[in-house]
């Protein structure tokens, strides 16, 4: 079976054309609200108008894909629709924009129904063509031949075009979607900036395979659609993250045994649990059901099948694909674990993509840590899963493939095996080794905080004793970080002093993140929420440049996890090491960059107080108390 350019295009047709049913469906329901729930008019063109060059384009995009490929029966029923899409807008109304919806004509019953009409229509074809291109990629992957492979292997130039396409569509709808937003408008800009400075520090620029790096961005793109702004695709994310988030709940019948009331004390105001006793036992649960997973197959089973996708669209190998993958599902230290048996035969771009990885996501076992302090469940695993294609792309940049993979080859790789002998041991097992964790997380929180506030008292004392006030390390850091934060459009605030404070903030998050780690910035980005010092955007595009242990502290811990699994190749990890930190660093802006370009709703989530809680310092009870 080979994946040809037709299967390709097919693929991306199969995806598309998804878009256009919603885009269909949501036309007939708007239609159907202005016949019967008397709509406001204005409101109802104004929406579907939004709608009709994204479907244009998309629909434009896969048949033009198609005449490259030259599949014939796609071209001849698309193409009647191409015409009829280019008539219409060329027709459209002067007092409907970019649309051909006008208000002031949409209620005329001949209007209503021939729009009406022209909905159901195009939703029937889109469902008919639907499961025809998913019956046609199966059959041009399993029927592709060598005569197809060669021909269009003499068209050097088809993969330049379709990359030109791509790159063109993403920036056609960033711009549409962005072009009265300065703070949307700086995001795309940043996320331009970051692909031209990688560039600029590549090793080898003039070997940079450019597959990765667009298809990488048009999965970033997908990803960020379908969860922050398609309505469906958010709210079926967020009951999966509710589900998962109810079922980590479940530790609370654990602790409350073994602590007693330590996790759950009497419901005095600003008295809550330990944070040792109450969100790290979570690690304790989940890494216990990860080692069940892991043992019965489930963990190499979903990594495969989500690293093949990668391999099919972004090119890459096997080893850097599943590492990838992997560490979305099981986080980047026990996702470096799955490449022991890959490590001495792979070549160098691959350590880098490889470690680089380490850097650029977080471990899943500690988003309840970071959800306590107000990072939106929805928005920190988005993070996660973009961050995959994202790492790849900026790896494929900074350190281009030039030597000859043996890792090519998904259905060979060799997953370590597991120690444990049942899935009781294997459950057992889990939950031991996650106590090490907590302890690291417990000593680092304890040296980290110290250090801060020993620096803060040291830059302070330094700054008084030249005439500055009010100087702490936080503060030097968020002027450090202030122009990068600047750029990338953190803040929407109305007036410009606002955004200044709110650009430091998030600046100060990030240099946080970047000198220290990213659980500090978390917990300095709670108490922020808290004093509404942070809005909305500014907090998305935290979240997403935080999500990520791209901090000089974790070069310690690849090198030892690496080392021990392949020691002859220390060399190799120590100077691949430093520019890992950099790629996994830059793969969180570029998530940011991607999902601040595109996000126009507030999606933002704030720590939840108790407000029916005893206050003992102003004697004010709660009405439920004083009513008894």
Not at 223 to 246: P, T
Not at 417 to 429: G, N, R
Request: some cysteine; overall charge neutral.
């Amino acid at each position: 079976m080979a994946f040809t350019f037709a299967a390709l295009c097919y693929l991306i047709a199969l995806i598309a054309v998804a878009f256009c049913i919603f885009f269909a469906i949501y036309t007939v329901i708007c239609i159907d609200e202005l016949k019967t729930d008397y709509k406001n008019p204005i409101e109802q063109c104004r929406s579907l108008n939004q709608l009709i060059l994204p479907e244009y384009i998309v629909h434009g995009i896969f048949t033009v894909l198609f005449l490259l490929s030259w599949q014939l029966f796609s071209i001849l029923i698309n193409s009647p629709l191409v015409a009829y899409h280019v008539m219409s807008y060329m027709r459209r109304p002067v007092m409907s924009g970019p649309g051909i919806y006008d208000p002031t004509r949409i209620l005329n019953r001949l209007e209503l129904s021939h729009h009406m009409r022209v909905a159901w229509i195009k939703l029937a074809f889109y469902l008919i063509s639907f499961f025809y291109y998913l019956y046609a990629l199966i059959y041009t992957l399993v029927t592709a031949s060598s005569r197809v492979a060669r021909k269009l292997g003499r068209y050097t130039w088809l993969p330049y075009l379709a990359t030109l396409l791509a790159l063109a569509a993403i920036t056609a709808f960033v711009l549409t979607q962005s072009i009265h937003s300065r703070p949307r408008l700086q995001s795309f800009g940043s996320l331009i900036l970051i692909l031209l400075f990688s560039v600029l520090i590549s090793d080898n620029p003039g070997r940079i395979k450019w597959r990765p790096v667009i298809c990488g961005l048009v999965l970033q793109y997908l990803v960020a659609l379908l969860i922050l702004k398609w309505d469906a695709g958010r709210d079926g994310f967020r009951f999966l993250i509710d589900q998962i988030v109810f079922f980590l709940g479940y530790t609370s019948a654990g602790t409350d045994f073994v602590f007693g009331f330590i996790p759950s004390p009497p419901n005095f105001c600003g008295m809550d649990g330990p944070f040792s006793f109450t969100s790290l036992p979570i690690l304790i649960f989940f890494s216990a059901i990860c080692s069940a997973a892991y043992y019965a197959g489930f963990v190499q089973w979903v990594c495969k099948k989500t690293a093949v996708l990668l391999q099919w669209t972004m090119g890459t190998t096997s080893a850097e694909s599943l590492n990838a993958m992997g560490s979305v599902f099981i986080g980047p230290t026990d996702g470096s674990l799955l490449m022991q048996f890959a490590l001495p035969t792979m070549t160098y771009s691959e350590i880098v993509a490889a470690l680089a990885v380490g850097y650029s996501m977080l471990d899943g076992s500690l988003f309840a840590l970071y959800i306590a302090f107000g990072a939106c469940p929805t928005l920190l695993l988005s993070a996660n899963v973009m961050s995959a294609p994202a790492v790849l792309t900026i790896s494929k940049i900074l350190s281009p493939e030039v030597q000859k993979s043996k890792q090519a080859d998904m259905e060979t790789f060799e997953f370590p095996p597991t120690e444990a002998q049942s899935l009781l041991d294997a459950i057992c097992k889990g939950a031991v080794s996650a106590m090490g964790v907590i302890f690291a997380i417990i000593a680092n929180l304890i040296v980290f905080l110290a250090l801060l506030a020993f620096l803060d008292k040291v830059i302070g004392f330094v700054c008084d004793c030249v005439g500055y006030e009010d100087v702490t390390f936080n503060k030097v850091l968020g002027w450090a970080f202030f122009p990068l934060a600047y750029v990338m459009g953190v803040s929407d605030a109305d007036t410009w002093e606002a955004q200044k404070n709110e650009i430091l903030k998030v600046a100060q998050l990030i240099g946080t993140k970047t000198a220290l780690n990213e659980f500090i910035a978390y917990q300095q980005m709670q108490g922020m929420l808290l004093n509404g010092e942070i809005g909305s955007r500014a907090q998305l595009m935290a979240i997403y440049c935080l999500c990520g242990y791209s901090n000089p502290s974790q070069i310690g811990t690849q090198l030892g996890i690496y080392g021990a699994m392949c020691p002859k190749r220390k060399k190799d990890f120590v100077t691949a090491a430093p520019k890992g930190l950099l790629i996994g660093s830059l793969a969180c802006f570029m998530t940011a960059c991607v999902a601040g370009s595109i996000i126009t709703t507030d999606m933002g989530c704030r720590p939840t107080t108790n407000p029916l809680c005893f206050d003992v310092s102003n004697g004010t009870n709660p009405e439920w108390i004083s009513a008894l």
